[in-house]
């Protein structure tokens, strides 16, 4: 009897521990609302929501050849977007959410030999199409970075942050884009291309859209200021912040 009684006693106190230790998490032990809601989830969502945007189910490795189609050029034109970023030679850049490496070469090819690009990935699959394409193309200053879902885990501070149809699918949003900035050097450039979520016509699910707004609503939060957002391309904006340099 008493062997069950303590056996109950221990149960309790891990029990209870894990309540504290989810409602401090939450922001409730400082009484501040949770920074994320969670949610029935829709078929293309995880039910989880940030600032009224319930966050994208992420592609996989297998979904890949889709970010090689050859009609990509046209929908997205990347010659557009390599304009805009204005990279120069010697330049540090981050492709984050790099996938197969799309964008990683044409910025490898603008910041030339004296410059890098780290390609980062939170899957070990996709690294290895990103180093496999590189390799067939002759590039040798994008280097693969295993990153998580909370850090992109770059090995030295850099000029600017590209993020191409991925920051719609960051589970920690917040935490991630915090990460993010810390890795930037002040001055530097965070830029965003999302599907217009403003567009009915743009022939994309929603959740994996954003608006203008949405975007520079949830990069309040962050030591980000709005630049410009430029709207030359077919179906997504291209929305530019720059970190503000330390006081």
């Known amino acids: 009897m008493k062997s069950n009684l303590l056996r109950f006693v221990r149960v ?94 044409r910025m490898a090819q603008a910041v030339g030999a004296k410059g890098v690009v780290y390609g980062v990935e939170i899957q070990p699959e996709m690294l290895e199409l990103l180093a496999k394409g590189m390799k067939e193309r002759g590039v040798t200053n994008v280097v693969g970075v295993l990153g998580t879902t909370t850090a992109p885990q770059l090995p030295q501070p850099v000029d600017l942050v590209l993020m191409v149809d991925v920051y719609h699918e960051f589970d920690h949003p917040f935490e991630m884009m ?29 959740l994996h859209k954003m608006t203008e707004a949405q975007v520079k609503k949830e990069m309040a939060a962050q030591p980000l200021d709005h630049v410009e957002t430029i709207r030359t391309l077919p179906r997504q904006h291209l929305i530019i912040f720059k970190k503000r340099a330390a006081n």
């Not at 970010?67 to 977007?81: A, G, I, K, S, W």
């Not at 120069?88 to 790099?98: N, S, T």
């Not at 890795?183 to 217009?196: A, D, I, N």
């Open 12 to 105: 309790f106190l891990l029990c209870g521990f894990t309540v504290v230790a989810t409602a401090a998490e939450k922001g409730a032990a400082t009484n501040a609302p949770p920074r994320y809601e969670l949610r029935a989830k829709s078929r293309d969502g995880i039910g989880k929501f940030y600032l009224g945007r319930e966050i994208a189910h992420f592609m996989t490795h297998e979904g890949a050849p889709w970010l090689d189609r050859p009609e990509r050029e046209d929908e997205e034109r990347p010659d557009l977007v390599m304009a805009a970023l204005k990279l120069k030679p010697g330049d540090l850049v981050a492709d984050i959410g790099c996938g197969t490496g799309y964008f990683s070469w």
């Open 178 to 206: 915090a990460a993010i900035c810390r890795q930037v050097k002040p001055g530097g450039r965070v830029v965003f291309v999302e599907y217009r979520g403003e567009d009915p016509e743009v022939p994309i699910k929603k």
